[in-house]
């Protein structure tokens, strides 16, 4: 009882989703299939005719009754009526199957564990032939679950002992978390060899939003099918890969009839042989190193029911399953960088029961800790370079926990040969959710190759395994290997043809495509993810476009969703530490130097240890009064002037030394001529009027001295002479005409000028239209801009109008009339020196429509913010950008607590802030208000009249719990229960009249009864009135023959006598 108490409860969601139909005379006649849902309805009239009791029982009930017990059970009637409804009396369908037995195992109705599980799957295995699963773990997108340790027991058990030790066959749906970013290889059940996993499609072919990849799936059938219902009424079935794998079960049913011989293996390469891609849409179709045609959406492809029952009619028993198992090393998992583990397998070649030469099914065995689930891919390569995606990014995986020793198992490799190098990559793209400073490790991973050590059939297949090319029999008959009567293709070289298509060259023109079936192929050119070598076309590493050859460093292009990285002509799908996308030419750039994350390559973000960023650049950190010399990387003092500085000299102050004054970008000890300190800031030196030669101020009245030919008269420079405007005294004292183009001036030249008129400005002695750039007019002169702006209005740093480089070096961007030299949040930096705005709602970006960072409440979706819209049981989670799943039956939650629940969704209790599909222990429900009331203290289980059971170390007596119980009870250690004592007792410690521990008045205790008084003693016994017991006679002598016996004298003084 203690181990079944300790089973732990799994979620199992209900996973709702023909081939060929009935040919070739097969009907599942004599194949029994059992469902293992919530029930099915034995009374439906579709179901009734094929319904077997012997394939059925109540796992939650532990009883024989297996019908669905409320309205919101018909999923297992679904599923059945898709694989067995009868044909003769059919109301709603006809099943794929349609004379196969039909039976229900009720599991889903109640608490689901390991042990449930356990015995729903080993249920009856020498009898049923196939057992569907309609169910797995949750599809959230979080979830990483599988069978426990008793269900992976009954499923190896039942491969190897089921079906008379055939093998019972398992079917399962991949899933339906396609939607939530989910991925099938996180579902251990789907994920399973002992399984038969299957996907599904839309009639036309396409893809259902809610399909989950991986490389599990085996194959794929139709969704959205007419079926039975409850009450005996029809329904179209909500689409799933729940339904898909109930017409699967059907297909696998026919099949066992045409050949009941056949074991679980011979069923799974059946499958794989005879599925069909057809017109499934999926951009992921390749040919493994076998020939056979496989995707991550659809497997195989779809089941074909009249290929299948036409193989297993000539069908041979495959060679003996072999597993062979190889270790590989340790390795750190770098951030936003592959990590890739190369392992060179032999496949066991040197162990006989373990040498596996062709591929069934691969598993790999991997321990990974890392900071965040969900950021982490994983592929493998097979040595034939097929590569399956094992996993995939899982945007709402935040588990911390990563993967302890989980498989991951891929089919595609399925015929390949296991000698060789297989390559596993693990692609860290760290998310905004995570702390990045954290590396994950790969602590443990191992190869398993299950498979054959001989070929398990002869090579030949219909179709060549290179594409879609005629077979011989396709061939016009005046063509053959002897004699040729017609054209070659034009590929072909001059050494002739064997036939008209470019399959059939014996030399090739240009290149050629070589299969591993040893065909080939002539084309014009290599085709995309191929390279020129000697007129062969070899494949490019798995990430390629196009290349130069076949390594991961030799690429010139990448597939969709990778980028080149510069420098190394590797692709990666998100860009390394220390490098950039650049949009426009889909590369990895690197950033400038020392810099750790940059948005461009002179823009940094975020930078290397030791340095900090200052502006847009990161720069190592010098104490005030030193500046980073780059060319010997060390701290240099500032000029003696300079309390703060950019560089070396005095021109790179940033801020001046105590007693020197910031005059035109320089600090100097006193202010030049034409300078005067200003108020209230004396450290700073500005300009003097153009007609003073010094001054206190900035006016034509606040001169201190005048330049020769004028004195001081009022603080103001006049003409000493009777020269006037437009001229200037010459040393004899005569007056001569300033140069055209000055009002006032001190000599000849264009350059005296020391006032001009009015649609003019002075700019160092000169009379200008228009000041130089980087300057600006005000009060008749050009004055320079301050020296972050490369343009400007007016005096001061907030008066730019574009901007450039400033004197320090550093790039400036234009921003509310301020030169930058980092743009804030929310805006980018252009190549105009400008900021400008990102998109609505987005706080990092690097342009208009390639936004990287979004406000609180939104994410990112193709360059732009898209508002986060939570639904019905989800709550807004304002540090990660994202949807954050309420417990379970929460219709609505707390913010950071999805644990509290505001309100519950139908069918759950509320309680306590919780919501539960029945009231926890120590409460009892009220149906009318859906709530849970708690138990008296110490009362485990009770209704709103009484209790029923109490805490271990107490007694329940009337509807309560009692430490003790009261005279006339005893506690019952097994029941818990004050039970009544013998009518005899006052107290006792049992249920028997020898169990007495005290008695009434007028009886006395003897071992363990109560009798009367007068019955108290037995013969040669006496009652003594002091101790209330009986004590023995003695005898008079040893030797009296009569054997009269009396008091002894202790007894007699005792008794005062």
């Given amino acids: 009882v203690e181990w079944l108490q300790q089973q732990v409860l799994q979620r199992r969601v209900k996973r709702i989703s023909r081939s060929s139909n009935h040919t070739r005379g097969y009907t599942g006649k004599g194949v029994v299939v059992s469902v293992l849902d919530d029930g099915i ?133 991949s899933g339906n978390g396609g939607e939530r970013g989910d991925y099938c290889s996180c579902d251990g059940y789907s994920n399973s060899i002992y399984t038969v996993s299957i996907s599904s499609s839309t009639q036309r072919g396409s893809q259902p939003d809610y399909l989950e990849p991986c490389p599990s799936t085996l194959a794929t059938a139709y969704d959205n099918l007419i079926t039975c219902d ?58 493994n190193g076998a020939g056979y045609k496989v995707s991550h959406l659809y497997g195989f492809g779809l089941l074909d029911a009249e290929s299948m029952v036409k193989e297993a009619e000539r069908w041979k028993q495959v060679p003996s399953q072999h597993e062979c198992a190889e270790e590989a090393a340790i390795q750190l998992i770098h951030l936003g960088s592959a ?102 490790v790969l602590e443990k991973w191992s190869l398993v190759i299950y498979g054959t050590a001989e070929r398990p059939y002869p090579a030949h297949r219909e179709r060549a395994r290179s594409a879609e090319i005629p077979t011989d029999s396709d061939l016009s008959e005046e063509y053959n290997v002897f004699t040729l009567a017609g054209p070659c293709d034009p590929e072909c070289g001059d050494d002739g043809c064997e036939g008209p298509g470019p399959q059939q060259c014996v030399t090739c023109l240009h290149f050629f495509l070589k299969f591993k079936n040893n065909t080939r192929l002539c084309v014009s050119g290599c085709p995309t993810g191929f390279w020129g070598d000697r007129r062969r076309c070899k494949r490019c590493y798995a990430s390629c476009e196009s290349c130069t050859g076949s390594r991961n460093d030799q690429c010139t292009s990448c597939q969709p969703g990778h980028h080149l990285t510069e420098g190394t002509n590797t692709c990666t799908a998100i860009c390394g530490e220390n490098f950039y996308l650049d949009h426009d030419a889909n590369m990895c750039r690197k950033c400038s130097e020392n810099c750790l994350k940059c948005t461009s390559y002179s823009i940094c973000t975020e930078c290397k240890p030791h340095t900090s960023l200052q502006g847009n650049r990161c720069q190592r950190s010098c104490a005030a009064g030193f500046y980073h010399d780059p060319q010997e990387v060390a701290c240099r003092p500032c000029h003696q002037a300079c309390a703060t500085c950019a560089g070396a000299g005095v021109e790179a102050c940033n801020t001046c030394a105590e007693g020197y004054l910031m005059e035109e970008w320089r600090c100097v000890s006193s202010c030049s001529a034409g300078f005067y300190a200003t108020e209230p800031n004396p450290e700073i030196a500005d300009g003097c009027d153009a007609s ?15 330049s020769s030919g004028h004195s001081l008269q009022r603080g103001a420079c006049v003409v000493n002479t009777e020269c006037t405007d437009g001229e200037y005294q010459d040393s ?69 109008t574009s901007c450039d480089t400033d004197k320090f070096k550093v790039e400036r961007y234009l921003y509310k009339g301020v030169c930058l030299d980092a743009c804030p949040e929310a805006f980018y930096h252009t190549k105009q020196r400008t900021c400008e705005p990102c998109v ?64 519950c969704i139908e069918g759950f209790y509320n309680f306590q802030d919780g919501c539960y599909k029945n009231c926890p222990a120590k409460t009892y429900s009220v149906e009318e208000e859906m709530t849970c009331v708690p138990c008296d203290d110490n009362c485990v289980s009770c209704d709103e009249h009484e209790c029923y059971w109490c805490e271990s170390d107490l007694f329940l007596l009337e509807g309560k719990c009692v430490s003790e119980c009261p005279d006339g009870f005893y506690g019952d250690e097994d029941s818990n229960n004050c039970e009544e004592c013998h009518s005899d ?14 008695c009434e008045e007028g009886k006395a205790l003897e071992n363990g009864e109560c009798v009367s008084d007068h019955e108290v003693c037995p013969i040669k016994t006496f009652l003594s009135g002091e101790t209330n017991t009986c004590i023995p006679l003695i005898h008079l002598s040893a030797h009296n023959e009569s054997g009269i016996w009396a008091l002894s004298q202790e007894q007699k003084r005792n008794l005062g006598g």
């Avoid at 219709?891 to 629940?901: I, Q, S, T």
Wanted: include cysteine.
């Fill in 732 to 800: 004899n004292g005569e007056c001569h005409a300033c140069h055209a183009t000055c009002l006032k001036c001190t000599g000849p030249q264009s350059e005296d000028c020391i006032s001009c008129i009015s649609s003019q400005a002075l700019d160092e002695g000169r009379c200008v239209v228009g000041c130089a750039s980087g300057k600006y007019q005000s009060g008749g002169r050009c004055h320079l801009c301050d020296h972050t702006c490369a343009a400007c209005v007016d005096a001061g740093p907030a008066n730019c």
């Fill in 692 to 706: 003073c030669l010094t001054c206190v101020g900035p006016s034509r009245w606040n001169c201190s001295s005048c």
């Fill in 985 to 998: 007792c006052v107290t006792c410690s049992g249920p028997e009249d020898e169990d007495c521990l005290s």
């Fill in 840 to 903: 609505d709602h987005c706080r990092l970006c690097t342009g208009p429509n390639h936004c990287l960072k979004c406000n609180s409440s939104y994410y990112v979706s193709d360059g732009r913010c898209v508002k986060l819209e939570c639904g019905e049981g989800e709550v807004e989670d304002p540090d990660y950008d994202d949807c954050m799943t309420c417990e379970e039956g929460c219709k609505k939650c707390v913010l950071y607590n999805p644990r509290h629940c505001l309100s």
């Fill in 230 to 287: 409850l009450q005996q009424s029809c329904s179209t079935a909500q689409s799933g890969t729940s339904l898909a794998a109930s017409v699967a079960a059907g297909v696998i049913a026919l099949t066992l009839e045409a050949n009941p011989s056949l074991t679980w293996r011979d069923l799974q390469h059946i499958i794989v042989r005879t599925s069909k891609a057809h017109h499934l849409s999926a951009p992921d179709w390749r040919v």
């Fill in 41 to 173: 309805e034995r009374e439906h009239p579709d179901l009734k005719p094929n319904y077997d009791p012997f394939a059925s029982f109540d796992v939650n009930g532990q009883d024989q009754d297996r019908s669905s017990n409320s309205a919101v059970n018909y999923h297992g009637t679904q599923c059945a009526g898709v694989v067995a409804a009868a044909a003769n009396s059919s109301r709603c369908t006809v099943g794929v199957s349609f004379h196969a037995r039909i039976g229900g195992i009720r599991m889903l109705d109640g608490d689901v564990t390991d042990i449930v599980e356990a015995q729903s799957l080993s249920y009856s295995p020498r009898y049923i032939d196939v057992y569907l699963a309609g169910w797995g773990p949750k599809d959230d997108g979080a979830t990483l679950d599988g069978p426990g340790p008793l269900t992976r027991l009954v499923l190896q058990n039942g491969v190897q002992t089921g079906r008379q030790g055939r093998g019972s066959i398992f079917v399962w749906p």
């Fill in 339 to 440: 990590l890739t583990s190369v392992h060179e397998a032999t496949g066991c070649s040197g162990k006989a029961l373990q040498h596996v030469a062709y591929v069934e099914h691969v598993v790999v065995r991997v321990t990974i800790s890392h900071g965040r689930r969900g950021d982490l891919s994983i592929t493998l390569t097979s040595p034939s370079g097929t590569t399956s995606q094992l996993l995939a990014n899982r945007p709402l995986d935040n588990s911390t926990e990563g993967f302890q020793n989980w498989e991951f198992m891929t089919a595609h490799c399925w015929g390949e040969q296991a000698a060789g190098e297989w390559t596993l990559k693990i692609q860290d793209t760290p998310s905004q959710k995570r702390d990045g400073s954290k590396l994950g």
